[in-house]
């Protein structure tokens, strides 16, 4: 094998470097729940000058881990973006970094016109053009009084190491 072909071979295997995100302002730890759950908030990936940010769903919870603004699907959403917002900015960017959200409603029929105001609406607020790829799904989420729940992946440039 060539020089060249065992660095790119060796390049091929090399690790990625990656940490858990958190921002304990906004949201506590899913370890730190009263039934622990064993997932990160999020996931930073550093790829030679690019990062990409896995964000877990992630919904209307305080820094406590308490459920917030039960039967509130409005109020749930606002305060689910917050929470995104608060990662992002624990990270350096914000949602003009955002390019996919996977949004998760308990009940698609009844709220995703009430959703997607206040999704439009908080998107207009952060300016985003073009606007996040997304996909919305009716699910089981993991607390029977949450409403909503959203996933998403950031991207943006940062100074190569």
Known sequence: MS?????????????????????HGVLNEAYAYAKPSSFSRGIRLDLNGLTILLISGTASIDEAGKSLHI??????????????????????????DIVRTSCYLRDIDRDYEAFNEERTAFFHEQGLDPLP???????????????????????????KA
Do not use: Y
């Open 71 to 96: 039967g509130d699907l409005r109020a749930q959403c606002r305060r689910t973006f917050a929470n995104i917002t608060g990662l992002l900015e624990s990270e350096g960017c914000t949602w003009k």
């Open 3 to 23: 020089a060249i072909a065992e660095l790119l071979a060796g390049l091929a295997h090399a690790p990625i470097e990656k940490r858990a995100i958190t921002n």
């Open 133 to 159: 790829a997304s996909t919305g799904i009716q699910a089981k989420l993991c607390r029977p009084e949450l409403l909503v729940e959203i996933e998403a992946i950031a991207m943006f440039r940062t100074p």
